[in-house]
Every structure is written in structure tokens, then in C-alpha cells.
């Protein structure tokens, strides 16, 4: 079934069914000349262009009881036809007119409708173009004193068709003027998916156990100094703490303990007879014996009464029984520790010596320092260790390293100074250092995002596109563009790293920047990320221009 909008008292309503129009003619709310617009179209003409009326003038129904004058001629086909579509008749009352009044009524309503068509055109026209003329500025006007209102108006008056043409224009201008208004207005948000960037820089951190802790200790060279001092040597060369990246290979370790053992040597006292037994036990309870020999037996306990001039007698004695031993394939093993033996009896006799003798201690460190010594400090130096100055109090803090136990620390701390100007590497635990408690705490995420380093890798550019909304005024197709905004990103990545991310940044930090350069953590942390390049969604009412 048809609708129809209808204008009435200047206002458009509906729509209405037919059913709904044909109840409206019945109770006479519309009549012929009422202007409709049916639906889809937006052209306004009279209702009687698509509905009956019944006839407008009076007739007398009494008139049908009347025989028919002499010389009446009925209505012919082309009048029966006119008076029905000119809705001047209807099917009850078309028969009471004969022919010459029917045409008089016919050529009556055709004179009418030719003088109304021809003012509505010229009036269609003139309204037209003073809506297009002032449409702008009467669409955004509201209420009775819309200027295109008022000279519509006064060129056309009140002819309901024309209003109705002119009406449906304003409309459509004021439509257009708050599209316009709204498309102006309307926001292109920041792009979606950004996401904080110090949590995306966080949750990028690369965990290295070697690198994870904090270590505290406290270290002092009181014992050192003190020894030193009874010698009038100095300690010199200030104090600091080095954290090997890895632990001292096995021939290095060998060097750092003979330096020690030289050191104790060099800084020990004159030796006293006590102290000589002392030494002189420690030899015997190392001697090789061999079960069931008499000259071993006699062999040790020369040893146990020896004095300090009788060392190289021994030593000599320990060396001719080894070379014996040696020709005798049953005492062959024999030999060897007694070689053995008799090099230790002769470093006891050297220590001994040296201990009696100042230039010889002299000579020993110095010896020890041009040779093994040199390359210990040379091995340290090249370690690329993590070195740090312990406070007054010899506390020290050592950032961005392993988890050291006491154990661990013997192989990975050395405490570098200088004993008279030579370098002396102790390691941890040693007896010329008095030690606090050693202490490895995980470090926090964000200690290492300024360390961080990501490279500019890409410099792209989203958005700048242009958008439009549109619609129809007076039968043309009017436009309102919008072009989205532009958004700038710096794409980044670290050595190495198989992905990207996109830093959103404003035109001039990314102008600042440039491909191949290293951005700074600090600056990263205070924008947004995106996995994807991204750009403000569409608003609504806007739609791409291709």
C-alpha cells in the first residue's frame, strides 16, 4: 500500500497510508487541492492527483425524481471522464449534469489550474534560486523569521504548492548547514592500540643472571698496613674493589696465591727458634717414608733434630738416597717423592735465608713482581672487570653483576692496591683483609631501562586522508570534506632484535630524529607504542574520498 506525506497548515506530516488519506477526505480534513508528496518522491502536487473527491456544488438530489427536460443532453465520455479526474463529480451525482453544465464546469477548473501552473512555475523559480542563493545563511536560522521564509513569502504569498517546494527546500538547506556545522566539528581521536611505553620497554627487558645483582661488602687493609709498617714499607696504592666478569682461570689463580705466599714471606718477622721447630715439624710430617727401610726411618728423625745450619746437608743427603732409590725399579716411585722432599727442604732454607736477610726479601718481591707478579696485574687489567671505590668506611656497592656467595667471591672479587709502589692483586678472603658481610640483591627492571638502546630504523607517516559527507540541496549533490589528521612515528629496534616497535612522537621530535639513530631511553618512556602502524578510525557521517 502507497504512503503519502501531506502539507498542511504549512507544516509537512505524515506519513499516511492511503487508507488513512481516504478517512481524512471522508471527515473533510484535506481536500483536492491539499498538497501530498508521495513517498520517495519530493515533489509536492494535489491530493486529487491521486485520490477521488465528490463534487463541490450543491445539487439538488430531489432533481434526480424529475423526468428530463425536453432537449437535456447527458454528458458525453470525455466530460464523464474530466469531471471524475478534476474531482468535480463521483459516481452518485455525475449523472445530474447535463452536458453544457458539466462543461462549464470543466473549463472553469482547467483556467484555474492554467493560471496556478503558470505561478507556481515562475514562483518554483525564483524560489529556488533565492534558496540557493541564501542558503547557507538561512539554514543556519531557525523558527518563523527564517530570512528564505520571508522572501518566499513575499514573491509567491501563500500558494500551498510552492510553500510546500519551498518548505522542503529550507529543509534540506538547514539539513546542510548542520552537516556542515557537525562534519566542522567532529573529533578524529588518537589512533587506538597505544599502549604506555614504560611498560612496553619493561616487559622487553632481556634478564642476564650475570648481570642481575647488586652486591654489597665492606673491606679493609688494616691488617696489611700493620705488617707493612713493621717493615717500613707502604701501602700506597689506595683501595679498590674489582668484579671479575668471570672467574680467575686456574694459571691466574696460581699467580694471585704464589703472590700472597711471597707477600706473607716478605712482611712475616725475623724467625725465632719457635717458630723454626714449628716449620721444621711441618717438614718432617711430610717426608715420603717407605715402609720396612731403615734408611727412611734414620732419614726422618735426622730431620726432626735438625738444626737451621744443617738444612743444606739434608737437603743433600734427601737428594743422593733419591738418585740410589732411583736405579732400583722397586724403589723407583720412591725416588720421585724424595726429589720432591728435598725441593721443599731447600725452599724452607731459602725462606729461612730471606727472612735473616732484608735485601733478600727485597729481591724476592721484586723478582716475583717483574716476572709473575707483572702478569697477574696485566691479566686483571684486561679482564674488563667492574671496578669500584669503596667509601671512608670501606663499604662498597658493585651494580649489574652475578649472585656471588663467600665462596664464589674467593674466584670473582680481587682487591687491587700498591705495597712501595708495586701492584698487589689479594683475592677474597685473604688474611691481609679484614672482610664484612657479603651481600647480592636482584636489581630492579627499571635500573637497567636507561641502559636500554634502541635504534630509529623508520620514520613513517599515518593519516593525511581526505573524507567527505554529503547530501542533496535543490536536486544537487553538496559536499563537506575533512582530511584526517597526520600522525607521526619513529619505528625502532635493538641490536639484533627481530621485531619492531612504533614510538608515537610529535612533528618535531620526529623531525629531530634521524634514521640509524640511537634514541634515549628516557625519551622512549614518557610516549605510547604500537605494535602496528596505526591512524585515527573514521568518525561517523564521514566516509574515504577515493
Not at 262 to 274: F, H, K, Q, R, T
Not at 362 to 382: I, M, P, Y
Not at 524 to 531: D, S, T
Amino acid at each position: 500500500m502507497r504512503q503519502f506525506a501531506l502539507f498542511i497548515n504549512d507544516q509537512a506530516r505524515g506519513p499516511h497510508t492511503e487508507a488513512e488519506i481516504d478517512a481524512m477526505i471522508a471527515r473533510g480534513d484535506v481536500t483536492a487541492e491539499t498538497l501530498c508528496a508521495p513517498a520517495g518522491s519530493t515533489e509536492w502536487e494535489p491530493l486529487s492527483n491521486h485520490f477521488s473527491f465528490g463534487s463541490k456544488l450543491k445539487v439538488n438530489r430531489d432533481r434526480q425524481a424529475e423526468p428530463t427536460a425536453a432537449g437535456r443532453e447527458d454528458v458525453d465520455l470525455e466530460q464523464r471522464r474530466k469531471l471524475l479526474i478534476y474531482g468535480l463529480a463521483d459516481s452518485v451525482t455525475i449523472d445530474q449534469f447535463d452536458r453544457s453544465e458539466a462543461q462549464t464546469l470543466i473549463d472553469a477548473h482547467e483556467a484555474k489550474v492554467r493560471v496556478r501552473i503558470a505561478r507556481h512555475r515562475w514562483a518554483g523559480i525564483g524560489g529556488l534560486a533565492l534558496g540557493l542563493a541564501f542558503g547557507a545563511y538561512a539554514g543556519l536560522r531557525t523558527g518563523a523569521d527564517r530570512p528564505l521564509t520571508r522572501a518566499a513569502e513575499t514573491i509567491i504569498g501563500k500558494d500551498d504548492k510552492v510553500s510546500g517546494k519551498l518548505v522542503g527546500l529550507d529543509r534540506e538547506v538547514t539539513q546542510f548547514a548542520k552537516l556542515k556545522e557537525t562534519v566542522d566539528a567532529v573529533a578524529f581521536n588518537k589512533p587506538a592500540g597505544g599502549t604506555p611505553a614504560l611498560g612496553v620497554i619493561t616487559a622487553r627487558l632481556k634478564s642476564d643472571p650475570s648481570r642481575s645483582f647488586r652486591t654489597k661488602g665492606q673491606v679493609s687493609l688494616a691488617p696489611l698496613t700493620e705488617k707493612a709498617a713493621r717493615w717500613k714499607a707502604t701501602v700506597d696504592g689506595g683501595l679498590k674493589v674489582i668484579l671479575l666478569k668471570t672467574p680467575m682461570p686456574k694459571a691466574v689463580a696460581e699467580k694471585a696465591a704464589a703472590q700472597a705466599e711471597i707477600l706473607d714471606v716478605v712482611l712475616s718477622p725475623m724467625l725465632e727458634s719457635a717458630k723454626f721447630e714449628e716449620l721444621r715439624e711441618e717438614l718432617a710430617r711430610g717426608f715420603p717414608e717407605l715402609t720396612g727401610s731403615p734408611e727412611s726411618d734414620r732419614l726422618k728423625t735426622d730431620i726432626r733434630q735438625m738444626k737451621i745450619a744443617e738444612l743444606t746437608a739434608i737437603a743433600t743427603r734427601v737428594d743422593a738416597r733419591a738418585s740410589l732409590a732411583a736405579s732400583n725399579p722397586s724403589t723407583a716411585e720412591w725416588a720421585r717423592h724424595l726429589k720432591d722432599f728435598a725441593a721443599r727442604v731447600r725452599g724452607l732454607q731459602d725462606r729461612i735465608r730471606i727472612n735473616r736477610d732484608m735485601q733478600a726479601r727485597r729481591k724476592l718481591w721484586s723478582d716475583f713482581n717483574a716476572g709473575a707478579g707483572s702478569d697477574l696485574a696485566a691479566w686483571v687489567l684486561a679482564s674488563g672487570g667492574k671496578e669500584v671505590t669503596p667509601g671512608a668506611d670501606g663499604a662498597f656497592v658493585v651494580d649489574e653483576g652475578p649472585r656471588l656467595s663467600e665462596a664464589d667471591a674467593a674466584a670473582r672479587m680481587v682487591i687491587a692496591t700498591r705495597v712501595n709502589g708495586d701492584p698487589l692483586h689479594l683475592t677474597w678472603g685473604s688474611p691481609f683483609l679484614i672482610l664484612g658481610e657479603l651481600r647480592s640483591e636482584a636489581l630492579p627492571a627499571d635500573h637497567f631501562l636507561l641502559s636500554e638502546k634502541y635504534k630509529v630504523v623508520d620514520k613513517p607517516v599515518t593519516g593525511g586522508r581526505l573524507f567527505a559527507a554529503k547530501l542533496r540541496v535543490g536536486g544537487k549533490e553538496l559536499v563537506v570534506e575533512r582530511r584526517s589528521p597526520r600522525w607521526h612515528f619513529l619505528t625502532l629496534a635493538r641490536e639484533k632484535d627481530p621485531d619492531v616497535i612504533h614510538l608515537l612522537v610529535d612533528e618535531a621530535t620526529h623531525g629531530r630524529h634521524s634514521a640509524g639513530e640511537t634514541v634515549p631511553a628516557s625519551e622512549i618512556i614518557k610516549g605510547e607504542i604500537y605494535l602496528k602502524l596505526s591512524e585515527s578510525a573514521v568518525p561517523p557521517l564521514l566516509t574515504p574520498v577515493p
